[in-house]
């Protein structure tokens, strides 16, 4: 088995909470994800999503709420989130593995997400190629990841909260795209969220602007916010 930055001895911080306020958050936070899936899929149906990842099952939630029809499909490494993305939604099939050599033979999906998944890879490149293999051509591969290129990252230093023990593979925005151009992938939308990184610019009253700008853009075209969003496609075949 491929090394992982997951331990499971310890109390995961990555089981979340059931609170109405949450879901309503995350909610917000996939809507950039669910509008670019409506944008691409509106026409078809049923389609099929994979995550890469499943946490809490939040993303797969949202995704049967907005894609009644969908096939949806979840990966998760750890057994404690996996048993809550089952209870959350149960219609989703969901495996067990490691999302850096996932593999399901003879399928191929529309649409694969990972939301803050990447960065825990030792080898993300791995995930990419079987990104590549699962996915149709025209389909969409959208994921989010922290940015080195942020200025909170440049800002807070070694106090940013995106230097975590578990997060192993952290690279910027640039560094992202190109590794993505590497493996064939063409980008459809790219860029980062705004603010959050900075303690100051996340706290009342200040905070408020930043929230707004979440909540109304979800990102921005520029490659200098908190996290990198990057949505590519495949080109379909004959292009």
């Given at each position: 088995m491929s090394k992982v930055s997951v331990n499971l001895d310890e109390p995961t911080p990555y089981l979340e909470s059931s609170s109405t306020l949450h879901r309503l958050k995350r909610k917000l936070t996939y809507r950039f994800a669910l509008n670019a899936i409506h944008k691409q899929f509106l026409r078809a149906s049923p389609f099929s999503i994979l995550e890469l990842g499943t946490g809490s099952g939040?993303?797969?939630q949202a995704a049967h709420e907005s894609f009644p029809n969908a096939q949806l499909n979840g990966i998760e490494f750890d057994e404690r989130l996996l048993q809550a993305t089952q209870k959350r939604i149960s219609i989703a099939k969901t495996w067990q593995g490691n999302v850096e050599v996932f593999d399901i033979p003879g399928e191929k999906f529309?649409?694969?997400?990972?939301f803050q998944v990447?960065?825990?890879?030792?080898?993300p490149e791995s995930m990419i190629a079987q990104v590549q293999k699962h996915l149709k051509p025209g389909g969409l591969f959208i994921f989010t990841t922290p940015n080195l290129d942020g200025v909170g990252a440049k800002m807070m230093g070694s106090k940013w909260h995106g230097y975590r023990d578990d997060h192993v593979?952290?690279?910027?925005?640039?560094?992202?795209?190109?590794?993505?151009?590497?493996?064939?992938?063409?980008?459809?939308?790219?860029?980062?969220?705004?603010?959050?990184?900075?303690?100051w610019l996340n706290r009342f009253p200040l905070g408020v602007f930043n929230w707004s700008l979440l909540l109304v853009f979800g990102y921005a075209p520029w490659m200098r916010g908190e996290s990198f969003v990057g949505i590519f496609t495949l080109p379909k075949e004959g292009v």
């Open positions: 939040f993303f797969l529309d649409v694969i997400v990972s990447i960065e825990h890879l030792f080898k593979s952290m690279r910027g925005a640039s560094e992202w795209v190109g590794l993505l151009k590497l493996h064939g992938f063409l980008p459809v939308s790219v860029g980062s969220t705004f603010f959050s990184g900075i303690p």
